[in-house]
Structure formats: C-alpha cells, structure tokens
C-alpha cells in the first residue's frame, strides 16, 4: 500500500532522467554499423522469431511495438535489424545491460554535484536539483545568462499557451528567463538549464541519449516525463509548471497514475467509480480514509492534486538482486528435476551478482524469495496464485541453490493443497511452472572497518583446513533448512512483470565480470581433502553436540559455502585458564569442538564424549579474549547478534521470528550456515 508523506516543500526541483530504448542502444553502441536503422533487441526461442523487448524509435515509426514477436516485426518493418539478447546458462544474460546502466548512474551522479540520485531502474535515475537550482538562481539567474544552450530552449513546457507561428524557442527563453514569475517555477527555470547540460554530458560520455521530466516532486516528474514519453521522446525533455499540474492531472486515468495500476486502481474504479484523477477529487479525505484507511486515503488524496513528499533517495546501487525465467506454453516446467535443474541455474546467476555486490560495494543481502508462476491443468482452482516464500539468504552458490529449492517445495505443497503433489514421474502430476525466479533483497552495507569482510574471508584460506593427518576441520551447525525456517508469510512481493522469456529484473548490480571466488577457494581447499572421520556438529543453539561421520571426497562439495560460525573462532583457543572462567558473566558459549587444529586430528569417540561433557564450557570465551578487528570485520547483523552472545545468560533465538517473517532474524547461522546434509 502507498504511503503518505507530507510534502516538505512545493519548491524543490526533480528529475526524473530515463534512457531512451535502453538495450538497443546498448547494443548500437557494441555495433555502431546499427545507428539510425530500424533495431530492436529479441529474446530468441524459436517461437515466431522470439519476443521484442527494446524498439528503437525509427522501428516505431514503422509500426514496430514491443509487443510483437520477431516475425511481426519483419512483417511491419522488413527491413529491421533484430539483435538477440546474449544468452547464458540456457537464458538471457543482461549483464551487459546493467553494467550500461551502472555506467550512466555514475556519470549522472558525478553531474549532478551536490543533488541526490537514486537509481530508479536499470535505465531511469531520480535526481533532486534542488540545491543547484537555488544556487543557480541566487548567482547567475537565467535573465543574467547571455545566452541558453539550444538544448534547454527545446524543452517542452507543459500547459504553456504557444500562438502558431510563434518562436518556439523564444518562447521557452521567455518562460525560462521570465522576471515576474512564482520562485517555485524560477527554480523549475534552471533545472531546465542544469538537466539539459547533464543530459548532453551523459550523451557525450556514454554515447547514450536520454530524455527527463522536471518537476517540483518526484511523482510529478515520474509521471509527466513517463507520459510525455510517446510524445517528447527520444532526447528530450518535459517541464512540469506548478500551475499546469491540476489541468493536466483531472484527465488522467486513474490507472496511470503510479501504483495505481494494480488492484487498488481497480477497486477505486469498481467501488468508487473513479476513471480519472479528476473523478478523484470529488471525493473529501476523509471519505477516502474511511474506504482505503488513513494512510492510502491521505496518500489518494494528494496524489490527485499532485502532492507528494517521497524524497529522492541518496542511493545508486540496486536495491535487490534477482535471476529468474519463464516458460510459456508447452515450455511449461511438469517436474521436480527440471524445476531444480533451472533454480539452480539462476541461483547461479544471483549468487554471481551477489559475490559481485559483496566485493565492489561491500554489501550483503539477508533475505532469499523464489516466486514462481504455476497453473494447475487439471483444476477448477487453476488461477490460485503460487505464494511466493522467503528465508534467510546463506553465501555459497550449492546453499542458495538448496534453499531455493526448498522453498520451492514448500511452496509447491501449500500450492497444491492438503493432497499435495502427486508423485514424481506420475503422469497424472497437475502442475505446471511458467516462471521462476530468485531474488535478494534488505541489502545492508558492511561497516567500514580496518579491512575488508573479503580479506577476513580470504585470510581463512591460510588457516590449514586440514590437519597433519589430511582431515578437514569442518564444523557443520545443524541449522533449520529454507524449508523449515522459511517464512510462511507470502511475499509482498510478486514475480516480475516478464517478456515472454527471461525476466528483466529491473534492478539491478554494477558490473558483473569480476571473479571473486573466495568463498570457493576456501572451500575447495577443505574439498581436497578426504576424510571419513567422525565429526562434531554444533546445533544453531549451541548447546548439543552430534557427532556424525561424513565422507568428504566429492567434487560436489568443493563450494559448499562457507564454514560455520565457530570457524570464525577457531584460532581463539580458550585457554585452560580461560576455561576456568568460563562460569563468569562475560563469556561467550559456543559449542564446538576445540579450536586448536592440531587437537582435532584424532576424533576418537572418547574425545566426543568428553566435547559432550563439557559442552557448555568448552567454547567459553571471555569477551576481551576476542579481537575487536575480527569482530568488527563481521556484517553488522552478525556483529549484532554475536552481542546478544556476549551478554550475560543470553542465547542468540533459533532464527525463527515471532512476526513469522523469517527475512527479519537476523541470525549468525544465516551467513554460516553450511548445507544441510
Ligand atoms: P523502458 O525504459 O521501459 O523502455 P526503453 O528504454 O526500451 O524505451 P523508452 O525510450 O520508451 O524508455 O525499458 C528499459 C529497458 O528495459 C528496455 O530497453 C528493455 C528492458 N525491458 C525488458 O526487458 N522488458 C520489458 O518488459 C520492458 C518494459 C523493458
């Protein structure tokens, strides 16, 4: 549901800049041979020539839409160059894609100087200029200006009355440099100065052209510069005045309006009868807060007068990561095997982005969700939605993989209802999966500390993984699986609006063609060697110990994720001494078998036994003996919780949330937790 916020001043100056057909001209830039002739970007199948998903504008104007296929298309326009997306693991790779859209982010946020910029999506960026205008207007005002850039005069000026025949150019210099006019709109004045200039500057860096709406908020600028896009696009831009809005608005379906477009749009035209934001204020506030609440009626309320206090926000990285696909008609996915084949694959994809993100940016993401798209042939119930399911997202490729597919299970069993799935290879099985995907989000930055969480990773590849004896040292936390601990709430979220193919995800990472493996490579260590020893599970609580043997001699388990908790520990021996005090207040108590390496290479079961008697203590710490820059090395929610250890007779909780959303536990398990065997 929208939220209301009150406008914090009508006189602020926004953009809203967003490329023109992004992917084709990404790949006009790759093949320059391209520019100027019809193009326009192709998901292949083999399906009619594959589905559109970029026009390019001279193809528009031969009758090309984004809603043909490519044989569609020839038809319209025979002579139109269709450019496949690249393709890989079997699906479309649009790196390329988001390393062009990271590009432009950073030019534009260098341009804009002081403004905030947001990334809005993998071609469209906010900037609030509200600050330069102010400067530009105290200093050098337009009227002072000798001249103004041409670019700036080809603005288009909403609701401004033009005579025919007159300058159209002139006229937009009188509007710009007019003296009497309201301070709201003189500041409009210069943000048509300043986004003209950053819009030639993007173009001359980029080699990408992109049009803006200017106005006095962000929704404003949204929507005009989204609306005027079939008719002032591409290069160029749209000014909003502040007298132009209520006109302009009262003809605007409702259903236009941003997040008005789904079901909330649809009941104010169902149970209101509410076509047009102008039907929309007939209706009081408070009439609006009794149908939809407080909150939606207000935020109702002032959206139809064009009131909207949302800020840009200071933020150029995407705010969550997704891979996913689709598979239409008989592509549809009828079995477990090949469901999990493809989760697979775009948990690959998203742990891609996510190691990409955690080197370049230093962030983490804390939540895992699959969404998937499902019909069920063979019910009256068919359009029942597949729930979307959440966990807590763990590092390494085979772990998100494995809880992706759990969750997929879970979801499918709540799917399908209390008589469940039928049985694999059946070929009675109902279901079918048209679109999958995988998503991370509550992205969080990992506190600057003295270095980076990476070399504290890396520097876990010089503790020997395997002792003298070739054991590996491996601590494996029996930790709730996605499928238990995943949150049972459906998602707010849904699956991606998506092309036939492959889902666009619109967020998206910076460039992706980094190699950061160091997870793997600790791992892949701990894979060469071979072991059938017996070995100490610690639970998530700390407090059991199970021993299990285990045979580590598969090339499956090379990257296996990370170690477990007690890993980050392990050259934090308590001391006899330190053992002694471990009954005092300020320990911490995690089980585990002993730290010291060498210790642990005869895991005889009379070693067990004594880890089972002293399980309480044997991990005791006290808190000065761990050292401050390791800890502060750790995420922040790890940090966090390893507090709540360190506080007296405090456990950290099982990872379950009492609000059942499982994405808010912030559990240390969740980064470390290995596979469930
Ligand atoms: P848009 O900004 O919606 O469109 P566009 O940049 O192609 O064209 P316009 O000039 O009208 O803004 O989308 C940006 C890119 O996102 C687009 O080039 C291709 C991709 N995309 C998809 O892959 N699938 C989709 O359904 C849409 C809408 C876009």
């Known amino acids: 549901m929208p939220v209301a916020r009150p406008e914090t001043s009508d006189a602020r100056v926004i953009a809203h800049v967003d490329m023109d057909c992004f992917y084709v001209q990404v790949e006009q830039r790759k093949q320059p041979e391209l520019r100027g002739l019809p193009t326009a970007v192709v998901q292949y199948n083999e399906w009619q020539g594959g589905a559109l998903i970029a026009v390019s504008y001279e193809a528009r104007s031969c009758g090309v839409k984004r809603s043909m296929r490519g ?31 990271s590009e432009v982010v950073g030019v534009v946020s260098i341009l804009a100087q002081s403004g905030k910029c947001e990334r809005a999506s993998i071609d469209e960026v906010y900037l609030d200029l509200t600050d330069a205008a102010e400067s530009m207007l105290a200093d050098a005002p337009p009227e002072s200006l000798e001249s103004i850039d041409e670019e700036a005069l080809k603005s288009h000026i909403l609701g401004m009355s033009r005579e025919d025949g007159d300058d159209f150019k002139e006229s937009v210099r009188d509007w710009i440099c007019r003296k009497d006019a309201d301070r709201r709109d003189k500041l409009l004045g210069c943000g048509i100065i300043i986004v003209a200039e950053l819009r030639k500057q993007v173009l ?49 379906p409702i259903k236009k309006m941003k997040q008005l477009g789904g079901k909330l749009g649809t009941s104010l035209q169902t149970d209101l009868g509410i076509d047009t934001v ?44 997704g891979s996913g696909k689709t598979f239409p008609g008989p592509r549809a996915l009828r079995s477990l095997s090949n469901v999990q084949h493809w989760l697979n694959q775009l948990s690959e994809e998203l742990y891609e982005r996510l190691s990409s993100d955690l080197e370049q940016n230093k962030r983490i993401a804390s939540t895992l969700t699959l969404h998937a798209s499902a019909f069920r042939s063979k019910d009256s119930d068919s359009h029942k939605k597949f729930p ?12 998100i993989q494995e809880d992706a597919f759990n969750l997929f299970q879970a979801a499918l069993r709540e799917y399908m209802g209390p008589f469940g799935p039928k049985p694999q290879g059946n070929k009675k099985e109902t279901w ?33 993984s395997c002792s003298a004896s070739g054991f590996p040292q491996e601590h494996v936390a029996v930790t709730p699986s996605a499928s238990e601990s995943c949150s049972e709430q459906k ?10 193919e492959d889902i666009t995800v619109t967020y ?17 260590k701990d894979a060469s060697c071979q072991s059938n020893e017996a070995k100490e599970f610690p639970t998530q609580s700390g407090t059991q110990t199970k021993t299990i043997g285990r045979k580590i001699n598969n090339s ?119 596979l469930k065997r």
């Not at 399911?389 to 490729?397: D, H, I």
């Not at 999958?436 to 590849?461: C, E, H």
């Not at 390496?597 to 005791?620: A, F, I, K």
């Open 204 to 252: 001359k860096e980029t080699e990408f052209s992109c049009s803006a709406g200017i106005a006095h908020n962000k929704a404003r600028s949204y929507l005009f510069s989204k609306l005027a896009s079939g008719m002032n696009k591409p290069a160029q831009q749209t000014v909003v005045p502040y007298a132009a809005v209520q006109e302009l608005l009262s003809s605007l």
């Open 556 to 674: 499956k388990e090379k990257n296996r994720g990370m170690p477990s908790i007690v890993d980050i520990f392990k050259n934090y021996n308590a001391s006899p001494q330190a053992k002694e005090e471990t009954q005092e207040d300020s320990t911490v108590s995690l089980t585990s078998n002993r730290g010291n390496l060498s210790s642990s290479t005869n895991h005889s079961s009379e070693v067990n036994q004594e880890v089972e008697d002293r399980r309480d203590t044997e991990w005791g710490y006290k808190v000065g003996e761990i050292d401050q820059s390791v800890f502060d090395e750790l995420p922040y929610e790890i940090q966090r919780e390893l507090r709540s250890f360190l506080r007296p007779n405090k456990r950290p909780n099982s990872g379950k949330s009492k609000s059942g959303d499982g994405s808010a536990s912030s559990s240390i398990a969740h980064y470390f937790q290995p």
């Open 508 to 524: 998206t990472s910076p460039d992706l063609d980094n190699s950061y493996r160091d997870i793997d490579i600790v791992l892949e």
């Open 388 to 399: 979307s399911k959440s966990c807590p997202l763990r590092y390494g490729v085979a772990k």
């Open 71 to 101: 044989e569609e298309a020839k038809a319209a326009c025979p002579e139109i160059q269709l450019v496949q997306v690249p393709v890989a693991r079997g699906k479309a790779d649009l790196n390329t894609y988001r390393s062009a859209g």
């Open 491 to 500: 998602s707010a979220e849904t699956l991606p609006a998506m092309p036939e």
């Open 432 to 464: 079918r999966i048209t679109g999958l995907s995988v998503s991370a989000s509550k992205i969080v930055d990992i506190p600057s500390g003295t270095s980076s969480i990476m070399r504290y990773f890396q520097s876990q590849t010089t503790i020997p």
């Open 278 to 321: 102008g039907d929309l204020l007939q209706f009081s506030e408070t009439k609006l807060q009794e149908h939809y609440g407080i909150n939606t009626g207000t935020w109702l309320w002032n959206i139809a007068r064009g009131i909207s206090g949302e800020e840009v926000q200071g933020r150029l990285l995407p705010k969550s990561h």
